[in-house]
């Protein structure tokens, strides 16, 4: 049974920063691509970054420069550090899991706002 749970979200002002965490149980996150999609309202749902088992990173233009995404083997866990946000950046963030059939976590709300 796999499983993803995002969390870090938050309220957060623009130019803030927030790291967001995905746990993986059921599956190992180092052997699949992982990543993170975002979906704001009235939006359809979009990458934002991923990464590899191999660990290439792959983002999307809006937060090239400014998130990063990583992956920690020992906590099964796999990150988005992301900076200087901005109200653009406001959605739910959805952690992903490219094992078949394809695993996706609850979603955690990160609004950027004064």
């Known amino acids: 049974q796999v499983q993803l749970v995002e969390s870090g979200g938050g309220l957060v002002q623009p130019g803030g920063s927030l790291r967001l965490s995905c746990a993986a149980s059921?599956?190992?996150?180092?052997?699949?691509?992982t990543g993170w999609y975002r979906q704001a309202p009235g939006k359809q749902r979009e990458l934002v970054a991923t990464?590899?088992?191999?660990?290439?990173?792959n983002y999307a233009d809006s937060v090239k420069g400014r998130f990063t995404i990583s992956r920690d083997n020992a906590k099964n866990t796999v990150d988005l550090q992301m900076n200087s946000l901005k109200s653009d950046d406001t959605a739910v963030y959805y952690c992903?899991?490219?094992?078949?059939?394809?695993?996706w976590g609850q979603g955690t709300q990160v609004t950027v706002s004064s």
């Open positions: 992903t899991l490219r094992r078949p059939p394809g695993y």
């Open positions: 059921g599956s190992l996150v180092s052997l699949y691509t």
């Open positions: 990464i590899t088992s191999g660990g290439s990173t």
